[in-house]
């Protein structure tokens, strides 16, 4: 070797040196070497410095290429995050970890903290994406999977802390949902202000007047922020208690049935960290879920029910600003769209599988709506019924006998029944119905149904001319045709509504109402209630139109049976019936042809009652003459026959026996067979001079067409007119 060589030489040297004198001979040689030395270094240092940094590079690049994925790995992630790669990003954070957790090159643990650095900004990227309300729920599931498993469960529960979080914000979104609609009524107070500053100056007559399509609006938005927000919520939810977002805990079976809510099944010896979790957030997320449906449920009964609430309306009276303005009267068709609305969104989040002990807030928030709903519908009805005297227009209906009042009154009824039947549509999922309720809605629909004999008796009131008729409320809103008509035409139209109102409306409003369900069994206390209330109405105004007719029919009747009228003692013999029996009659044709127009068994009725008074008035009138001739006495007879000649078709028994019994006890004895057989002469022959008027008088609807509706009334009158016979008065 090299070192040898050197040895040996140096041996020679120190052996020439101990032979020879002169000096040391290495000086000169160290100079030399040194020389030579400098000179090799300055031609070969370059070559040297660029083999170490060969040699380093070469060296970096082992340690690069061996572990070019730890340094490729940050670059990856960005890559594959952009393409939404997140399984790669996980298996290669979980690689990473696994291989650099604990290392203590320096090099390594700078890496390391770059690619945590990009794995927690992935992580809040996530958590936003998973508070987004447009991601779906697939979505929601596989990256809260992700934030599980890149935050890691050790100190821990990611997927319990962004649970918390989505809570959070649902309940933020419904108080900022309150809060936009408190600024909403308070521009809608401002805007009403103005409008009634601008109308009070005479520059505008618009007002809103109602802000009830405001709250509904609300209450609909808020319905669906629940329902969307809690559809997802609640899915996660069942997610996590399944605990399959965590791959090494035994998946559990999700839990649809409130029952097995709180009661997920275990197996013992096989319980595990993540189980405990299970079990622990169990009532926690029933916390969550009640937290925001309590605060729902606050958020309708403070706009809707609570009295202590006021939207301070102007112009509006106390009641009517109370928050209770949305089921107040005036209110019931968007009182009963909001309770169908809130009884949908319970209905939503049962059908979710949330358990009932979660939703009883908004099951008892409904059941709450609904009775002050159903209250206010019937309130409302009630008194829209009572005010429907303002649309008679005393036109008969095609069906004839009646109005089309009876007719509005049978459609804002079955109206109010439809509208009431939604509203108490039972909450799908829940059981039993509000008996208590039930029971009321009996008792006001029969104040609903008896409310229109209120509106009926209200047009009874009608003064008996047009002067005193245009002072009430009833004949302002009459049009021409009700102008034109009398008092007793008014009372026979509302007479003949009363009775179509009891034998035709009621059973069908009862055979409704019975179809929905409200009565069970034989109950008919409603019907009795009803028929009873009408039947003293048809009752008054029957009597209310016989007694007016009375002073018609009894006018000039009265006078010309007075002595001093008509000489009795001392007057011709007969030749003729005496003309107050033809005006009787013919105003008993007018009456008729007033009623015409209803059905025959009350014209007959009515007729009969009247010709009843008018027999016990004339045969008692002829009966307290005091001093009769026989010529008076032929005269009284042949008027009597007259009488039960014209009247024999709606005469009853007992009118017929008074007429005979008055005859028979007229003063007979100086009458002889002729002056009977004149009378039978006398009375042939008006018959047949008046037999139009005696067709009339016997009206049956089924023979006598001449009487028929189908003839004008007009048309009647000049046909008596033209036919009838009117003799002179008898001296």
């Not at 914000?169 to 009524?185: A, G, P, T, W, Y």
């Not at 009488?643 to 709606?650: I, M, T």
């Amino acid at each position: 070797s090299c070192y040898e060589t050197l040895e040996q030489v140096n041996q020679c040297i120190e052996e020439e040196e101990t032979k020879t004198t002169g000096g040391n001979l290495t000086t000169p040689l160290d100079v030399v070497v040194k020389e030579c030395n400098r000179r090799a270094a300055e031609l070969f240092s370059s070559i040297l410095d660029k083999k170490d940094k060969a040699d380093r590079i070469r060296n970096a690049l082992n340690v690069i290429d061996r572990f070019r994925f730890l340094f490729g790995l940050p670059d990856s992630i960005d890559k594959n995050i952009a393409n939404k790669a997140y399984d790669i990003v996980l298996n290669d954070y979980k690689k990473a970890k696994s291989l650099f957790a604990d290392t203590q090159v320096r090099v390594f643990q700078q890496v390391m903290e770059g690619v945590n650095s990009k794995i927690a900004g992935f992580t809040a990227q996530l958590e936003e994406r998973l508070l987004e309300t447009k991601c779906p729920l697939n979505e929601k599931k596989q990256l809260l999977k992700y934030l599980v498993e890149f935050k890691g469960t050790s100190t821990n529960d990611p997927a319990w802390e962004n649970l918390e979080t989505q809570q959070r914000q649902i309940i933020d979104f419904l108080r900022e949902d309150k809060r936009s609609f408190k600024n909403r009524v308070q521009e809608f107070v401002e805007r009403e202000k103005n409008l009634q500053k601008m109308k009070l100056a005479g520059r505008s007559n618009h007002s809103e007047n109602s802000i009830s399509p405001l709250v509904n609006q609300f209450v609909d938005e808020l319905c669906d922020r629940v329902t969307l927000s809690l559809s997802d919520y609640w899915a996660l939810c069942q997610t996590y208690l399944e605990g399959s977002l965590l791959p090494e805990i035994k998946k559990k079976p999700i839990l649809q049935h409130q029952d097995s809510f709180l009661s997920p099944p275990s197996t013992p010896g096989s319980t595990t960290p993540a189980g405990n979790r299970f079990e622990d957030h169990t009532e926690d997320i029933r916390g969550l879920i009640m937290e925001v449906i309590k605060l729902f449920t606050g958020i309708i009964t403070q706009y809707c029910i609570d009295k202590d609430f006021q939207f301070n309306l102007p112009n509006h009276s106390k009641d009517s600003q109370q928050a209770l303005y949305l089921m107040n009267k005036g209110q019931p068709a968007w009182a009963a769209a909001t309770v169908k609305r809130v009884r949908i969104c319970t209905e939503q989040l049962l059908s979710m599988g949330i358990p009932h002990e979660c939703v009883a807030a908004s099951v008892e928030l409904v059941t709450v709506m609904r009775r002050i709903c159903v209250r206010c519908l019937f309130k409302s009805t009630e008194q829209n019924i009572t005010e429907l005297h303002v649309r008679e227009n005393w036109q008969l209906s095609q069906e004839r006998g009646h109005t089309a009042l009876p007719i509005h009154f049978q459609n804002t009824v079955l109206g109010l029944l439809s509208t009431v039947r939604e509203v108490m549509e039972d909450i799908r999922f829940t059981r039993g119905t509000d008996a208590a309720l039930v029971k009321e809605i009996q008792t006001m629909f029969c104040s609903v149904v008896v409310a229109f004999a209120d509106c009926l008796k209200m047009l009874t009131d009608v003064g008996d001319d047009k002067k005193e008729s245009h002072d009430t409320t009833v004949s302002s809103t009459l049009d021409e045709h009700a102008a034109n008509t009398t008092a007793e035409e008014r009372l026979v139209l509302v007479l003949g509504n009363c009775r179509h109102t009891m034998l035709v409306i009621i059973p069908i409003l009862l055979e409704t109402f019975k179809s929905h369900g409200y009565i069970k069994g034989s109950d008919d206390e409603i019907e009795n209630k009803s028929i009873e209330r009408y039947s003293g109405l048809e009752r008054s105004i029957f009597d209310k139109y016989v007694n007016s007719k009375e002073s018609f029919l009894f006018g000039d009747i009265e006078q010309f049976l007075q002595p001093r009228s008509f000489p009795w003692a001392e007057c011709n013999p007969p030749s003729s019936v005496n003309i107050y029996v033809q005006e009787l009659a013919l105003k008993l044709v007018m009456a008729q042809s007033e009623l015409h127009n209803i059905e025959a068994e009350l014209l007959r009725r009515i007729i009969g009652h009247l010709l009843e008074k008018v027999t016990h008035r004339v045969c008692g009138m002829i009966a307290g003459i005091e001093k009769i001739s026989k010529n008076g006495s032929l005269q009284a007879r042949l008027d009597l026959e007259s009488c039960l000649l014209l009247f024999r078709g709606n005469m009853n028994g007992k009118c017929r026996r008074l007429v005979q019994e008055t005859i028979d006890g007229l003063p007979s004895e100086d009458i002889t067979p002729e002056d009977l057989a004149e009378l039978a002469i006398l009375l042939e022959r008006f018959k047949t001079h008046n037999q139009i008027l005696v067709s009339c008088l016997d009206y049956s609807p089924k023979t006598d067409k001449s009487f028929s509706p189908e003839v004008p009334l007009t048309e009647r009158g000049s046909l008596l007119n033209a036919s009838l016979r009117v003799p002179d008065r008898a001296p």
